[in-house]
């Protein structure tokens, strides 16, 4: 059997959804990690230690250059004898620039990892779509959320054959119940308090509800909590819950309706998947989300099948959609059922699938 290929992955950080990834990642590959955040990387204390393969955190001086961090070592570190392949998360507006210029320099396949399907609209991100788009179709080979970025990339000339679809999942085993929609009468949200999450239409679609019997529970933290706590003072059938721990959250949500999801584009950003979908189907309840929902654009909610999907920024649509799943238990049933089916096909496993296909492209690719 051939070694494995020696890889660098250098992201912001590791957060705890991400460890099982990154240790399937350390099976297929021997694995080097660069975090380049200034905060640690942490860790979720309920996954058990090594529950794949072991990575290596390389620790690395950090510094600031206009106010981004950088990992200066890594000009001496990306080498050809020492690695395959290099794998870049879009993630910092210089360190991915920068490492796709080593990798470059030192002719080292580059691997771009990306969520972004909708290029935002900012000053500084106009500013920048070309050098963006010209990294996308420069790399050796990208991974992909879903298949709404890979049809993102297409559009913008990046070739079909390089891009390869590492679909986001989750701990299926920590959110995995026998959740009963048609016995609760609660929504739930989880996620930021903040404007791309489409919370002021959400309170507007509940109040436009026909049953009084449904509380909405608002769970999570962010700049809008004032804003939802004073709605709640109007409304007894609001609860903001804040900041649930994460040993919490999957009884939460097989005790629930439904999760919702309502998301909108903003200047800044668009939800590149929402990985609270996975965790609600896992736990056998269906989702209402909008199109601006990563995981409704690539294919995990399917309107009428996994859930039900909703046009954006319209509050109307999101309460007709609250209202069927409300008044409906056979609907709410049935699509818990299959959404629960239909998540168990999103795992770590298949996601180190696609990273590993990818190298081997972007190997190719040098090679040629």
């Not at 890594?74 to 990798?103: F, N, Q, W």
């Not at 119940?177 to 048609?182: E, Q, S, Y």
């Amino acid at each position: 059997m051939s070694a494995p290929a020696r890889v660098a992955l250098i992201s912001n950080l590791v957060p705890h959804y991400r460890r099982p990834l990154y240790e399937r990642l350390a099976q297929r590959f021997e694995l080097d990690c660069y975090f380049f955040a200034e905060s640690e990387p942490y860790w979720n204390p309920l996954l058990p230690a090594n529950a794949g393969g072991d990575f290596t955190q390389v620790s690395m001086r950090r510094i600031r250059i206009l106010g981004e961090p950088m990992l200066p070592g890594l000009i001496s570190r990306l080498g050809r004898s020492r690695y395959d392949a290099v794998i870049a998360g879009l993630t910092g507006r210089l360190m991915v620039p920068y490492v796709y210029a080593i990798a470059r320099t030192r002719r080292v396949p580059f691997v771009l990892w990306t969520g972004v399907w909708h290029h935002p609209e900012t000053a500084f991100h106009r500013r920048t779509k070309g050098i963006v788009e010209a990294l996308y179709r420069r790399s050796d080979a990208i991974v992909v959320y879903g298949e709404h970025v890979r049809a993102a990339l297409v559009g913008v000339g990046v070739p079909d054959d390089k891009i390869f679809t590492a679909a986001q999942a989750v701990d299926a085993e920590r959110f995995s119940g026998d959740g009963n929609p048609a016995a609760s009468r609660e929504f739930i949200f989880l996620g930021q308090f903040e404007e791309h999450k489409g919370l002021r239409d959400l309170l507007e679609a509940f109040a436009r509800l026909d049953d009084p019997t449904v509380t909405l529970s608002l769970i999570g933290n962010g700049s809008l909590e004032g804003e939802l706590r004073a709605a709640s003072l109007l409304d007894p059938r609001i609860a903001v819950v804040g900041h649930l721990p994460q040993e919490g959250l999957p009884r939460r949500l097989a005790h629930a309706r439904c999760l919702v999801l309502p998301s909108v584009t903003t200047a800044s950003y668009r939800e590149a998947w929402g990985l609270v979908v996975n965790e609600a189907m896992h736990a056998g309840i269906p989702v209402v989300a909008t199109e601006a929902v990563g995981a409704a654009a690539g294919g995990l909610v399917v309107d009428g099948v996994t859930g039900l999907v909703v046009p954006e920024r319209d509050p109307a649509a999101l309460a007709d959609a609250l209202n069927r799943i409300s008044s409906d238990d056979v609907l709410a049933t049935e699509l818990g059922r299959e959404a629960k089916i239909r998540v168990a096909r999103y795992t770590f496993d298949a996601m180190a699938d696609a990273f590993e296909a990818a190298v081997g492209y972007a190997r190719q690719q040098r090679a040629g």
